[in-house]
């Protein structure tokens, strides 16, 4: 039993060896370094094909906007980890991008929607899924439900109150528009730009 227990903490030793390796290749956005250095470590098979290391190699691609190959990487590792918030918020925004985020909003819908019965406290996939459902499905109440979730969540976040503002404007509720404006200047101002359309939008109401 020693021995065995030995030969597992060994393999452990290996394999996250392997996984810091092409984490390396990762930071520096190199796909292919990061899937060789897992292929021809001494990992075990498992880790070899597992979600991490796809990930992995899929966030490499992301990093180089080859999103033709970081969405099949992503896929794959949603099927290894059904569990893996990684996977599927990765997987959601690369739909987004590239030729075909047209045709395929469904599925990153479906991706975000994942992400967030993961992790109800997603931040970004609440901004991001917003976003979507405003855009795409014309869901304006929708996206809205989503942005004042992000906001519940973290206040500070001044991207969220900006959309929600420009969402509101769209509605014709300004005065809804104005506090939303106001929560983004709160959150840091962080284009200098809060003031300026705060003024804009008191004077249709003034």
Do not use: F
């Amino acid at each position: 039993e020693l021995a065995d227990l030995r030969a597992k903490l060994d393999q452990a030793r290996r394999d996250n060896a392997a996984l810091a390796a092409a984490k390396v290749h990762v930071d520096q956005n190199d796909a292919a370094a990061a899937a060789a250095a897992i292929e021809k470590s001494n990992a075990s098979e498992e880790v070899k094909q597992s979600a991490a290391a796809l990930v992995a190699q899929g966030n490499a691609a992301q990093g180089k906007k080859d999103w033709a190959t970081a969405v099949p990487l992503y896929r794959q590792a949603t099927q290894k980890d059904p569990a893996s918030t990684d996977a599927w918020n990765n997987l959601a925004y690369c739909l987004g991008e590239g030729r075909s985020a047209e045709t395929n909003w469904r599925e990153q819908e479906d991706a975000y929607r994942r992400v967030i019965d993961l992790n109800p406290n997603h931040v970004i996939a609440h901004i991001n899924l917003g976003i979507l459902l405003k855009d795409h499905k014309k869901d304006i109440a929708g996206a809205e439900e989503q942005y004042r979730l992000a906001i519940k969540i973290d206040p500070k976040n001044a991207v969220v109150h900006w959309n929600l503002s420009t969402l509101l404007e769209e509605r014709g509720n300004l005065r809804g528009a104005i506090d939303a404006v106001k929560g983004y200047i709160a959150a840091g101002n962080p284009d200098n730009d809060g003031e300026q359309r705060l003024a804009g939008l008191e004077s249709k109401i003034s």
